[in-house]
């Protein structure tokens, strides 16, 4: 658009701002091409009228604005998406919190299959020997300390299959329930990941270990 006259006019030019979902999004930096004769349009302009430095203060300041809040309306699709994960884990009854005498008599029967099965000593030796076991206490020792914990590692070093177990573990020497979540970017890994911690738990899915599907508990 374009408003006052001669050397006072001004032009504005906009990005409508995109739609998603029914959900309007903030604007976001676009790249703009023109014409060469249009770009020499321009930059005649810009060399007759430069931006001034008030006019610079007040661009910087508005994209201050739109960045604030972006990162605002972020937080709360976050903090919206962390209530709803919340309010569901405490409506299934399969995502309930396990009780220590549950893990107690798990943790047991654990222990009876590691005696008894060579299969069960086997992967117990091969969990072992994972890169991450090395780093098991002071990975206990920062989540009992810390309300958040980053961990970085290469792939396959047991970060999704061996951390939850830890945790489970630990719970069950402390005589604490336990409910621990994993998510993952697509089904067939959340599948996976359930399939691989049942098997070295040596239990089934659908009994304390289940995997969820847009919504469906398995």
């Given at each position: 658009m374009n408003y006052l006259q001669g050397e006072s006019r001004k032009v504005s030019v906009f990005k409508n701002r995109a739609q998603q979902h029914g959900k309007q999004l903030l604007d976001e930096p676009v790249a703009l091409s023109f014409s060469p004769q249009?770009?020499?349009?321009?930059?005649?302009?810009?060399?007759?009228?430069?931006?001034?430095?008030?006019?610079?203060?007040?661009?910087?300041?508005?994209?201050?604005?739109?960045?604030q809040r972006r990162e605002a309306t972020s937080n709360e699709d976050n903090d919206a998406m962390l209530n709803r994960m919340d309010i569901n884990a405490c409506n299934d009854e399969s995502l309930q919190p396990v009780s220590p005498s549950v893990l107690s008599s798990l943790h047991s029967k654990l222990l009876r299959r590691l005696t008894q099965n060579e299969s069960m000593q086997s992967i117990c030796s091969a969990r072992m020997n994972l890169p991450i076991w090395s780093f098991r206490e002071q990975i206990l020792q920062a989540v009992h300390t810390s309300r958040v914990v980053l961990i970085a590692g290469q792939t396959g070093c047991g970060k999704t299959t061996q951390v939850p177990q830890y945790i489970l573990e630990a719970a069950c020497q402390r005589g604490e329930s336990c409910r621990i979540a994993c998510t993952q970017p697509r089904r067939i890994s959340a599948v996976s990941v359930a399939e691989r911690i049942a098997q070295e738990r040596g239990e089934t899915i659908g009994?304390?270990?289940?995997?969820?599907?847009l919504g469906h508990v398995f």
């Open positions: 249009a770009s020499q349009v321009l930059q005649d302009y810009l060399r007759k009228f430069p931006v001034t430095k008030a006019e610079a203060s007040e661009g910087a300041r508005r994209q201050s604005g739109k960045q009994t304390h270990i289940h995997y969820s599907d």
